[in-house]
C-alpha cells in the first residue's frame, strides 16, 4: 500500500512537471498576443481629452457586438483617464459633449471634429 | 526596472517581518515567510492608505517596507539547522525554480482579462492613488469586473505608480510567486528525504496552466491564488501541533486569498474549516477571522459604494439545468490537458496519508463543492465558462496537492532503521 502511494505521488508530480514544460512549449496560438483592434485605438493616447472628462466612444459600424465592447474597453486601457462610455450614435440630450469614432461617419449638425489620426476622430459640441 | 521596485521592496520588508515571526515555532522558513509578509504588507498598505484618506505615492509604499526591513534586523529568528544533503538538493531545486522565475518574468504580461480587468484596474487605482470606487461603479464594460476583490489589480497598481508598465509589474509579481509557491511546496513536503522535497519544489515552481505566456491565462490572479493556498495547506500540520507561527501564515494566507479573487475566498474559507476541525480553536479562530474579515472588508466596501457584478442565479431550475448539462459541456470541453490535470489529481491525492489527510481532504472537499456551486448557479454560459476555466481551476491547488502527497515518501534505505544509510535525510 505504502509502495502504491509512493509511486502515486511520484506520477502525480511527473505529470504536474511535465505539463508545465509542454505548456511552455506550446501556448495556445489561437489567440493573437497583440490585439487586433490596439492600432486603431493607439493614437488615443495622444488625444487632446483632459483626464477625467467623460467621453462617448460610438459603436464602429458593420462591426460585432463583441469587437465594440473590445474596441470601448481598449479605449479604456489606452486612456484610463478617461471615462469611456458606449454610444451608437452622437448624443442627442446628454451631458456628453465629446465622442470619439473610429468610422469614418459624418458628424451631425452642433458637432465639429476638433482632432483625427488614423481612423480615429475626436468630435466635440459646438456652443450655441 | 521601475516595475521591480515594488517587488524588491515587498521582499525587503516580507523579509523583515519574517524574521521576527521566525521566532515562533511553526513559523514558515526564509524563503516563503519573505513572499508572504511581502505581499501582505504591500497589500495592507495600500488599504490602510485608501482606508485613511491618504493618496498612494512612491514614498508612502516604500515607508512601511524600508521600516519591516530595519525592525528585522534587530531579530533572532530561530533557525533551524539543515544537512549537507538538505542544502545541496535545496541549491539543485532553486536552479530548477530560478529557470522557471525568469522565463516568467522576462515576458509582460499580455492576456486579454489581465489587459481589460486586472491591468485596467490597476492603472485606474493608480491614476487615482486609491481605490477608484467612482470608475468601478460605473466601469465602461462589466468585463472588468469591477466587484473582485482588488488585491492583485493593487499590487499592478504599485509598479504603475513607480513609473512601470502595468504588464511588466505583473510579471515581476508572478516571479515572486513562483518563488513563493515552490518554497511553500519544499516546506510542505518537510518530513521527506531531501531530493523529494526538491522534487516538491519543483513541482511547485513549475505548475501547469497558470504561468503560461497564452493570451488566455497571462497576467490573471491565479498565481497569487496558488500562492496563497500552499502557504496555507503547507502551515496546517504545524497549526494542528499548535504552533503559533503556523496560525500566524494560515491567517496571513487566507487574508491573501479572499482579498484576491472570490475563488480565493473560497479556498480561504476550506482552509478555515480544515483548520476548526484539525486545529486548536483559538488557532482556528484567528484564521476565520482573518477570512471573514477580509472578505467582509471588501464587501462591505464595495457594497456602500455601490459597486455590482454578476449575481449568482440561485433558482433551482436553472441550477437543476446546469447540473443536467454539466457533465455532457465538460465532456465537449474536455481536452488532454483536462484528462491528465484530472490524473494528477487522482494521483495526488491517492498518495496523501496519515495524521494529515483529513485537512487536505476538507480543503479539497469544500473546494470542490465552491467551484460546483459557481460553475451551477453563474449567469454566464456554462461550456464557455468550462473552457476557459476549469483547467486553471485544477491547476490552482495541484503543486501543494502533489507536494501533500509527497510528504511521506521514504526511500527504502531512509526507511530501513538498521540499515547502512539510515540516517535521517531530510
Known amino acids: 500500500m505504502k509502495a502504491f502511494q509512493g509511486r502515486s505521488a511520484f506520477l502525480a508530480a511527473a505529470i504536474s512537471c511535465a505539463l508545465g514544460v509542454a505548456f511552455l512549449v506550446h501556448p495556445d496560438r489561437s489567440l493573437p498576443r497583440v490585439p487586433p483592434w490596439e492600432g486603431l485605438i493607439a493614437p488615443l493616447a495622444s488625444a487632446p481629452l483632459s483626464p477625467g472628462t467623460s467621453a462617448a466612444l460610438l459603436a464602429q459600424l458593420g462591426v460585432s457586438d463583441a469587437y465594440n465592447r473590445f474596441l470601448l474597453l481598449e479605449a479604456a486601457w489606452r486612456r484610463p483617464d478617461v471615462r469611456w462610455t458606449p454610444m451608437l450614435e452622437f448624443p442627442l440630450d446628454s451631458h456628453y459633449d465629446t465622442v470619439v469614432t473610429t468610422d469614418a461617419r459624418s458628424e451631425p449638425p452642433g458637432w465639429s471634429k476638433t482632432w483625427g489620426s488614423g481612423q480615429l476622430r475626436l468630435f466635440r459640441r459646438t456652443p450655441r | ?426
Open chain 2, 1 to 426: 526596472m521601475s516595475a521591480w521596485l515594488p517587488v524588491a521592496l515587498s521582499v525587503l520588508g516580507g523579509w523583515g517581518i519574517g524574521r521576527w515571526h521566525r521566532r515562533l515555532p511553526g513559523a514558515p522558513g526564509a524563503v516563503s515567510g519573505t513572499v508572504l509578509w511581502g505581499i501582505a504588507l504591500m497589500g495592507t498598505s495600500l488599504v490602510v492608505l485608501d482606508a485613511a484618506g491618504i493618496r498612494w505615492t512612491q514614498t508612502l509604499l516604500a515607508l512601511p517596507a524600508s521600516i519591516a526591513a530595519a525592525a528585522g534586523f534587530f531579530a533572532q529568528p530561530t533557525v533551524e539547522p539543515s544537512s549537507r544533503r538538505e542544502r545541496t538538493w535545496g541549491a539543485v531545486a532553486a536552479a530548477a525554480v530560478a529557470a522557471r522565475a525568469l522565463v516568467v518574468a522576462v515576458v509582460p504580461s499580455f492576456g486579454w482579462d489581465f489587459r481589460y480587468s486586472w491591468g485596467l484596474k490597476a492603472k485606474v487605482f493608480a491614476l487615482a492613488g486609491r481605490h477608484d470606487f467612482a470608475w468601478l461603479t460605473r466601469p465602461p464594460d462589466w468585463l472588468a469586473h469591477p466587484d473582485y476583490p482588488p488585491l492583485w489589480s493593487d499590487l499592478i497598481a504599485t509598479g504603475v505608480i513607480f513609473g512601470g508598465d502595468p504588464g511588466t509589474t505583473a510579471a515581476a509579481w508572478q516571479a515572486l510567486f513562483v518563488v513563493g509557491i515552490a518554497a511553500a511546496c519544499w516546506e510542505c513536503s518537510a518530513p521527506a528525504p531531501a531530493p523529494v522535497r526538491a522534487l516538491a519544489a519543483t513541482v511547485g515552481a513549475w505548475i501547469p496552466v497558470v504561468f503560461t505566456p497564452t493570451v488566455a491565462y497571462s497576467g490573471y490572479a491565479e498565481p497569487l491564488i496558488a500562492f496563497g493556498i500552499s502557504m496555507g495547506v503547507a502551515s496546517l500540520p504545524r497549526m494542528a501541533l499548535k504552533h503559533r507561527g503556523a496560525w500566524i501564515t494560515t491567517a496571513g494566507a487566507c487574508a491573501i486569498l479572499a482579498m484576491t479573487k472570490n475563488e480565493g475566498a473560497a479556498l480561504a474559507t476550506a482552509l478555515a474549516i480544515a483548520a476548526w476541525r484539525t486545529s486548536p480553536r483559538r488557532a482556528a479562530l484567528a484564521v476565520a477571522a482573518a477570512t471573514l474579515g477580509s472578505v467582509a472588508c471588501w464587501r462591505v466596501a464595495a457594497t456602500l459604494h455601490g459597486v455590482q457584478g454578476y449575481v449568482s442565479v440561485l433558482s433551482p431550475a436553472w441550477v437543476g439545468n446546469r447540473l443536467l448539462h454539466l457533465p455532457g459541456e465538460a465532456w465537449s470541453v474536455a481536452t488532454p490537458t483536462l484528462v491528465a490535470l484530472l490524473v494528477a489529481w487522482v494521483a495526488a491525492l491517492a498518495a496523501v496519508r496519515g495524521s494529515d489527510a483529513p485537512a487536505i481532504w476538507i480543503v479539497v472537499g469544500v473546494w470542490a463543492v465552491a467551484l460546483l456551486a459557481a460553475y451551477l448557479t453563474s449567469p454566464l454560459k456554462l461550456d464557455h465558462m468550462l473552457r476557459f476555466s476549469l483547467d486553471r481551476e485544477l491547476a490552482v491547488p495541484l503543486p501543494i496537492m502533489v507536494a501533500a502527497g509527497l510528504r511521506d515518501v521514504r526511500f527504502p534505505s531512509a526507511a530501513a532503521p538498521s540499515g547502512p544509510d539510515s540516517a535521517p535525510a531530510g
